[in-house]
């Protein structure tokens, strides 16, 4: 068996109609088609449904004691605005993809339909539409983020050294050494006292040197919202400044080998009072 | 015919003189005699560098791990080389270079006209034969991924104990990231790109054919280096192997570096083949806006691996040289820098997911119009698409290193460039979502593929804007967030969307019909279960959970459970698909040339296809999109009638 | 396309050998294009690890950088080759095949010479591979320019030996033609990589921190 006729491919275009009703019009005649109403319907729905997830999700970050620090308050107040500003576009798309699982009819069967979908080429009103409220959103998500990033990266004044703070407050300088598998952390300026719990007074910015002695790991203060790669032969920083009492995960978020999972230690954030107390017992001097 | 472009004159032509039968030392060679060379010289090696460079009972630790290093590397490279030779993958090159060219019965013998199911197992370059071996090849490793996740989920699950010894999860978790990751990028390109494509345009084979059995047997042949590292200490870091973790690690990270760099080959020159089928042989009135937009997205693709691949396969370059001759690329003690590593990883690191994400894409565009009958919504938009986001990628990389401590400022405009890729990105589900307007599905399950890949691609789309974002990143880097944002990326919209691809074109590469009622309750079971597995990772990830570890804090017990229970649905749910897929195969309902009734031309040549795809090459006329009716509303506006209804 | 009315066939495919070349020149560009991305990875990992200077270790022992001559001898090398190979296309389109034998013989020599040349200084730099940073990224440089080489080797006989066969006349060159074109990126790719080398030596960068401590 075998073609005696080249295959081809037959045009089947339909034609634009030539004069056509005015634009308030055809809108009109649009939003009264029944698909139309029902989508829209739908994407209302779909959006109420979604823009709860904003607090579902705050909620799991706060479990376990988030927000202790302005960053991470950010964070939060980031994740909130992205999850309630992405959920108009997230709802017209799913209404759409459900509502076209069963609205404009269905086909089921062994054989190909013979009846035929609309053949609509493009739309040129959508795509200008759906471009503009894509552009629009990445363009708000863009400076949000760039804003945002400023206020985080000022709140750990990560490139600012602990005596050329501009507000007068003296930061406390952290030394944080990763070694496989366990962190130390060296207060300079406290007569290098050194521990393996990160103990912080509450409300003093605190400033972190981060090196590594062997390979990558990655500091995370999990519910002060920080983290920084700890890289080996490179000293990185961040800093932050606890405002919540109370004790905090810190975790190694880049695998390290063997024991990466029990890369994990505590940071206490107590007040001024205890941190001097905790200081004189580890033989160290006081804060100036 | 006489307006056919290029009419088959092989009697006409004149020949170069045949040395011998057809095929030459090629009747001779096999997968038999590639195996059985490429074992001897691996064994070889080993015996006399073993003798020579690594004396037993070296007391200086550094000196032998160096020695081993290199002793293993040295075997592993011989492997290939020989089994290359051995499978005649070099046969081509030295007849050129000597001017012994290929006769057209030559080519013939090559392409495996009349050697049955033998040729599968040849350096057959039949494009038809390359794409079947990828397809079987990408199950493999899909299966051997599959596995390598349930048994860490099991890990995960089971939270009162750990069940494996530390250094084997480590393995596994970058094992099976690894594999997978090889699969993906193999699993659309590969078959459909093989054995679809080419028909698709109209060709007789692809324009590089014996590149084409190149790339697959260099993959083949990069399989046991890496399926042998679990034997050998394992790759214990991640599929990302961060240096210098991955100097410390025993010699099974060697297979993972030779992997790499034979794998980056193999695709370099695949990609070079389909760029240039795509763009040279198309068939004559296939212009650039009549082409099927399958065939933009394997381009696409294609670019991105041809553009970047070499950086990832020279960081495995550098690294493997560390390890073997003792140099400091990565190594901070002797000036070496682990940012050199991130950098050359994540610039090919990020395009790679849309290397897998696009063609899948363009698969799902390419069936979906069949199955609403409808023209593809915005085709210029779609190309737009693509090409923005092929564009934009390559600019993206530093958002995988926001937390590295390198460049800080950096975070700036690259966060700029990736929220700007969700723009082209949106083109891509515009197109999607503008087909469906209005259309009636006929609900197959290729069909039923779109609806899933889309729903994974808003979710997993949504929680990447999250991501690209630093401050939140300074949250979510590194956790299980990211883990399930990049497998609702890659398994659900890439993955899933290569099970579409199979169930449409399964009939034409086997002449049978993939068992509609198994394979659907296979892909359901399958989806709900990736449904549940990732979704509590989300939970487990906002909840400040690390990624690869295998003990955690008690907080995470009841998100990691049900995602155990989900993997474990998906594992059930992908049994029943390969079941389906196996029987189908074997006894499947034939299907007839065009069971779908497409339009594209691969539906318009017979079933099986023949040796050189068309007894004569078509002329195109048209796009292959002219489905659909007028729409109903227009002669409603015009009439300037109030409608009465839906239609 | 400006073939000749008695253009000739390609014999596996029965098209005209303008069209086959076609579709070689675009794979061959398509090559070149993933080259350079490999060549950019070597040159990036040279300077990035020359403007860090970490743990001060980028130096090689003894301040012994490797003497430049060396590096712009392979260049020239490989750039006389090329250039013959350029000009061997020119001799076979006037139809002088004894021309472009002389011109493939002649390069496949030089590329010869100069692949030794880049052994013999790859086995006597004044460092071993494990001295530091600059020893590293010299040492890569000179593999991926002897890889070059080697390619080009294979390349340039396998021209002289198609040349003898009889398959290169003058209306089917196209393969002096794409051979010419790698080897002419082949010898920017060996540029650079001499550029660098003599360039980039001592880093500028002085006060990096000491290893696994806080001190600058």
Known sequence: MSIDNPPTIEVDQPEEPTNRPAADHRLKEWLSRGYVRRIIALSIVIGLLIIPLAWVVIHFMNLSGAPASAIMVEIERTMFVFTVVSAPLMAITLAILFYSLTGWGRVTGEDPPMQESPAIRTNGTAVVLWIAATSILAGFLVIWGLVELATITSYANGSTPANQQPNGQKAIDINVTGQQWVWTFQYPDQGAVTSDTLIVPINVPLYFNVTSKDVVHDFWVVELGIKIDANPGAITNTGVTPDKLGTFNIRCAELCGLHHAYMQTKIQVVTQAEFDAWVREMGGKRTV | ?????????????????????????????????????????????????????????????????????????????????????????????????????????????????????????????????????????????????????????????????????????????????????????????????????????????????????????????????????????????????????????????????????????????????????????????????????????????????????????????????????????????????????????????????????????????????????????????????????????????????????????????????????????????????????????????????????????????????????????????????????????????????????????????????????????????????????????????LQGMPRRVLQFDNAFNISNWLSTVGAYTIGIGMLIFLYAVITSWRSGKPSGSNPWGGKTLEWQTETPVPLENFPVLPVVTSDPYGYGVPDPYDAVLEADKQPAGVA | MSAPVTEPLYPTTGEPVSINARRNRMGIWLCIVSDITGTVALLVAYSYLWSLNVNNAWAPPNDAWAPPTTFWLIVLGTAVATALMWWGLRQIDQGNRRGLMLAASLSMLIILVTFIGQIVQLSTFPFGPSDGAYASATFWLCIGSAIHLSLLLFLTQAIMGRTRAGRITQGNSSHVRLVAMYMTWATIAILLGAIFATVMTTSPNTNSPTFGTFQE
């Open chain 2, 1 to 541: 015919m006489t307006d056919t472009a290029v009419v088959h004159q092989t009697h006409d032509v004149p020949q170069p003189k045949q040395h011998g039968k057809p095929g030459g030392i090629l009747r001779h060679t096999s997968i038999v005699t590639g195996t059985a060379l490429g074992l001897v010289a691996a064994i070889v090696t080993y015996a006399i560098g073993s003798h020579f460079f690594v004396p037993w009972g070296t007391t200086n630790a550094d000196a032998s791990q160096v020695g081993l290093n290199a002793l293993v590397a040295a075997t592993y490279f011989a492997w290939v080389i020989f089994f290359m030779i051995g499978i005649g993958a070099f046969a081509g090159p030295i007849r050129w270079a000597l001017g012994h060219d290929l006769t057209h019965d030559d080519a013939e013998y090559m392409a495996g006209k009349d050697q049955g199911k033998w040729r599968y197992w040849k350096y057959t370059t039949d494009h038809k034969v390359v794409g079947t071996q990828y397809l079987i090849m990408a199950m493999f490793l899909l299966g051997l991924g599959g596995l390598l996740a349930m048994l860490i989920r099991t890990e995960l699950g089971i939270t009162w104990a750990e069940v494996f010894d530390p250094n084997f999860y480590n393995s596994l978790i970058g094992t099976h990231g690894i594999v997978m990751i090889i699969a993906l990028i193999i699993v659309v390109t590969g078959p459909f790109g093989n054995f679809i494509l080419p028909i698709m345009i109209g060709a007789r084979d692809m324009a590089f054919p014996r590149l084409n059995a190149l790339s697959f047997w260099l993959l083949f042949a990069a399989i046991p280096p890496l399926a042998s590292n679990l034997f050998l200490g394992g790759i214990r870091d991640g599929w990302t192997v961060y240096q210098p973790l991955a100097s410390q690690a025993p010699i099974g990270m060697i297979g993972y570096q030779v992997t790499i760099i034979v794998f980056a080959f193999s695709t370099g020159v695949a990609s070079v083949n389909l760029i240039t089928t795509s763009v040279t042989m198309r068939a004559r009135g296939m212009t650039w806006n009549r082409v099927p937009i399958f065939v933009i997205g394997v381009i696409a693709s294609s670019v991105m691996g041809l553009v970047w691949f070499p950086m990832f396969q020279y960081s495995q370059m550098l690294a493997l040289s560390d390890k073997v001759i003792a140099t400091s690329f990565y190594n901070p003690i002797m000036g070496g820098s682990v940012w050199l590593y991130e950098n050359l990883f994540w610039l090919l690191g990020h395009p790679e997911v849309y290397v897998v994400v696009i063609p899948g894409t363009a698969a799902l565009m390419e069936l979906m119009v069949v199955f609403l009958r409808k023209p593809l919504f915005s085709y210029k938009v779609a190309i737009a698409g693509f090409a923005g986001v092929v564009g934009i990628s390559s600019i993206v990389w530093v958002h995988h290193m926001y937390m590295t401590g390198w460049a800080p400022s950096a975070g700036y405009p690259f966060m700029l460039s990736t929220e700007l890729i969700s723009i082209p990105f949106g083109f891509l589900v515009l197109v999607m979502l503008g087909t469906l307007w209005r259309g009636k599905p006929w609900t197959r399950l290729p069909m039923m593929c779109v609806y899933a890949v889309i729903w994974d691609k808003v979710v997993g789309g949504i929680t990447g804007v999250y991501l690209s974002d630093v401050p939140v990143d300074q949250y979510m880097h590194g956790s299980m967030f990211v883990v399930a944002h990049f497998h609702y990326m890659l398994m659900g919209a890439g993955l899933f969307a290569a099970i579409g691809a199979t169930a449409y074109w399964f009939p034409k590469m086997t002449g049978r019909m993939l068992d509609e009622r198994l394979g659907s309750i296979g892909f359901w079971v399958a989806f709900f279960g990736f449904q549940l597995t990732f979704g509590s990772m989300f939970v487990a990830g």
